[in-house]
């Protein structure tokens, strides 16, 4: 199996696993088991457990703002893409296994021990809210306006993961339309 192969399965388990079952509670063997990549292999690709930590931090990223770019991208009308950011959200919360924001649960877990998992959930974050900082200056709104629809994502999100609902990304949509109303 070449490097490549190798690394994408690692990731592909790591990701389950993590997002799952948390990160701290996965040891690499779990992840050896689980993708078919050898220990000695996957210590080669990721010289340490943070490594790979990082590794699916950095993909889910790309994945994850890249679903929610596309559904956003199907709508023309700028409030129409802000509130699509909730309806995906929504969606996104009914899916079978959904357990809240996986890097909000990573900081959780590692934030406080791992810069480099802190930068990666800093990096997502920051990715997030400027995506939203630009839905809210193409619809020609406050500047302080993607701060707050961030915050109103933010939010469903942790209440979602902890709630196990759908409803909160229901609830932060209106709030979110009540910030598109102006006089």
């Not at 909000?104 to 877990?109: S, V």
Request: net charge negative; with cysteine.
């Amino acid at each position: 199996m070449d490097s490549e192969v190798a690394r994408e399965r690692a990731l592909d388990a790591a990701e389950r696993l993590f997002y799952a079952r948390g990160v701290q509670s996965v040891g690499m063997d779990d992840v050896r088991g689980a993708s078919g990549v050898s220990l000695k292999r996957l210590y080669q690709l990721f010289p340490a457990k943070e490594q790979l930590v990082e590794a699916y931090l950095q993909r889910r990223d790309v994945r994850w703002r890249g679903r929610l770019a596309q559904y956003v991208d199907r709508h023309e009308e700028p409030d129409a893409r802000i509130l699509a950011v909730f309806d995906w959200l929504g969606q996104w919360f009914e899916e079978p296994d959904f357990r809240g924001c996986a890097w909000i649960n990573a900081y959780g877990e590692l934030g406080a021990v791992s810069p480099r998992v802190a930068d990666q959930v800093r990096a997502h974050k920051r990715g997030f809210r400027e995506f939203l900082d630009g839905l809210a200056d193409d619809a020609r709104l406050p500047a302080a306006t993607g701060g707050q629809l961030f915050l109103l994502a933010e939010g469903a999100m942790v209440t979602a993961g902890i709630t196990g609902s759908p409803q909160p990304a229901l609830e932060a949509r209106e709030a979110a339309r009540s910030l598109l109303r102006t006089d």
